[in-house]
């Protein structure tokens, strides 16, 4: 989704462009069709530049890297309100050309704002929301003059969740305003800025203030003023420091993020297991589920898969009652049927998912109390808004397709179902973990090279796992199909006779998960496709049944509940990637696809 940068420094750089696109670059993985940059000079000039395509397009063409500057605002657009073109790319500024600003997120009253402002004499110059924002303050401010004031009067006036950057080209600094999309202000030597994602302030400073829903901050290069939307009230913040690896915001040696993090996997597993184990957090948030009445785990996307995969290892491991929701259907279904003493878990790796907020917006107005998360990047929304957290610890996923992020997840719960059981036995299991993993990649890699080599030129490829390996399946599905663009579909295994058959031709490739608990449910799955002459691929533990009915098998180093389906992902997800790299696709950002999903 569309990323914001504003930035003020102390004096004109020559150099603004390039800080400013050093920025841009940190925030392309959320996904956009246009960019645009603005700079501000200490004569109050304005230089804007944008238009639909790449940021290097744009940079071609426009030569971004080039604009001078005190202050600087940057805008990556992935299209909602108005079609991606030159006059809805980002930065807009107002009917005089005084104010300039960018927004992330959508105002859902845009339509009905450009017929009242038009009327009263504004020209729009395109139909996208962030002009709305930028209009709408404009009407404020020519009344009184009042930036601060006019900002305020904006909030009650736009509707929707967004977030934006706004500056006055002929006074000082600059604001920022979060009203349901990120935002996070950084705090350098010489500069303040503020961006819709840490990643992109991290490497210009780790000293960072969290921000609220409600909140609006008017920062110049060396301080910054917190205040209440609805009263006005000045709030004070300490700035916190970022102790993360910001290495992960860097490809390194990888050709691409996806096969980076991939890789990372063993080490983001250690950590995390090493929390699991040594911590006291883990502990009292499992003493605390364990005494609710039952748990609904929400979340879109990987983050419903894990939490799919979670339940299946709170129920087993834990005897806890755990119903996995997909974020989206939460309210129409469940509503009506929760109790007080009920907890709920919001899973999401970038803790900003507009569905999965509409749940927690959901359960708070009606006070449900138990709130919990899931969630990889701290100071996030839900990060923010929930009572207890379970941290991801998989640092920064800069690559769109969730890969260490969902393995985290999932090793998450299966710390918290070993938590919730007496002698906590799933932890001996849990420790063996990222060797396992690292086994994985290093023995299997080779293997799936060729396989993807082989595959590449299907149009459909179907995945099926039984029990706790059907997530797994269905977040194998959804890998291919997000950076391969091959239609990938995923069944409960017992399900394929049930229609699913009738697709198989000779030599269609069917991919199944398999585990030595309950082979004999896979192998009458493989026959029904083997005797159409479909084309056999397992992903299994060792089982010499299994092997003697395969074309290819693809050993999973362990047995066992949790390791069967953690494994059986991680090869997957380097059948994905290499479908991706024969097919001459860039996995790391694929089409119409966005990182932060913040919009209904
Ligand atoms: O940030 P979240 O985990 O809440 O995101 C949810 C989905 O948008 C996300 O998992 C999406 O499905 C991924 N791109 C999958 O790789």
Redesign the pocket.
């Known amino acids: 989704m569309c990323g914001i940068f504003g930035i003020v420094y102390s004096e004109e750089k020559a150099d603004l462009g390039k800080h400013l696109y050093k920025a841009a670059e940190r925030l392309v993985y959320r996904g956009y069709d246009s960019a645009g940059f603005a700079g501000i000079s200490e004569n109050g000039a304005v230089d804007l530049r944008k238009d639909a395509g790449k940021l290097e397009e744009v940079d071609k063409h426009l030569n971004l890297r080039e604009i001078r500057g005190q202050r600087g605002i940057v805008q990556l657009r992935w299209a909602t309100f108005g079609i991606p073109s030159k006059e809805n790319a980002q930065p807009h500024i107002d009917c005089k050309g005084r104010l300039v600003s960018a927004h992330n997120g959508n105002v859902v009253n845009t339509a009905e704002l450009i017929r009242e402002l038009s009327s009263r004499g504004h020209t729009f110059r395109g139909d996208n929301d962030g002009e709305v924002v930028c209009h709408t303050v404009e009407d404020f401010f020519n009344r009184d003059n009042n930036l601060d004031e006019a900002i305020r009067k904006a909030y009650r006036v736009l509707k929707g969740d967004y977030a934006f950057v706004i500056a006055d080209s002929r006074g000082k600094g600059m604001f920022a305003v979060k009203k349901g999309s990120s935002l996070f202000m950084g705090i350098g030597e010489g500069f303040i800025c503020a961006s819709s994602d840490l990643p992109s302030i991290l490497q210009f400073t780790r000293r960072y203030v969290h921000l609220y829903d409600g909140e609006y901050v008017e920062f110049d290069h060396s301080k910054f003023t917190i205040k209440s939307l609805e009263t006005g009230e000045k709030i004070e913040r300490e700035p916190e420091v970022y102790s993360g690896d910001i290495s992960s915001a860097e490809k390194g040696e990888f050709p691409h993020f996806m096969i980076k993090e991939i890789m990372e996997q063993p080490s983001t597993a250690r950590t995390l297991i090493t929390y699991i184990k040594e911590s006291e957090e883990p502990r009292e948030f499992a003493r605390e589920i364990k005494k609710t009445r039952r748990t609904y785990v929400i979340?879109?996307?990987?983050?419903?898969?894990a939490s799919l995969m979670g339940t299946y290892f709170l129920g087993r491991i834990a005897g806890k009652l755990a119903i996995p929701v997909v974020?989206g259907e939460f309210i129409e279904r469940f509503q009506g049927l929760l109790e007080s003493k009920d907890s709920f878990i919001l899973?999401?790796?970038?803790?900003?998912?507009k569905?999965?907020i509409n749940v927690l917006d959901f359960l708070q107005s009606k006070g449900y109390e138990n709130l919990y998360s899931f969630v990889?990047?701290p100071g996030s929304t839900?990060h923010l808004r929930t009572k207890k957290r379970f941290p991801i610890m998989s640092d920064l996923e800069i690559s769109?397709?969730?890969?260490k992020?969902?393995l985290n997840q999932v090793i998450g719960f299966a710390g918290l179902a070993s938590l919730m059981t007496p002698g906590n036995p799933g932890l001996k299991t849990l420790e063996k973990l990222p060797e396992l993993i690292e086994t994985t990649l290093k023995e299997t890699e080779l293997q799936i090279r060729d396989l993807a080599s082989e595959l590449k030129d299907f149009n459909s490829l179907y995945i099926l796992g039984y029990g706790e390996n059907y997530p797994a399946a269905l977040e194998g599905a959804?890998?291919i199909k997000?950076v391969s663009y091959i239609h990938g579909e995923a069944y409960y295994s017992t399900e394929f006779k049930h229609g699913p058959l009738a697709l198989i031709e000779p030599d269609q490739p069917v991919i199944f998960i398999s585990s030595n608990s309950h082979p004999e449910k896979i192998i009458s799955a493989i026959n029904e496709v083997r005797v159409r002459r479909g084309k056999i691929i397992s992903v299994s533990n060792e089982n010499p049944s299994i092997r003697l009915n395969s074309d290819v098998f693809i050993p999973i180093a362990e047995d066992g509940f949790f390791t069967t389906p953690i494994l059986s992902v991680v090869i997957l997800q380097l059948l994905a990637y290499y479908l991706a790299v024969e097919r001459g696709l860039n996995p790391d950002t694929?089409r119409n696809?966005?990182?932060?999903?913040t919009v209904d």
């Open positions: 979340g879109s996307g990987s983050s419903f898969h974020a899973v999401s790796q970038s803790g900003e998912t569905d999965t990889n990047v839900i769109v397709a969730a890969t992020t969902f959804l890998k997000e694929p696809l966005s990182k932060t999903i």
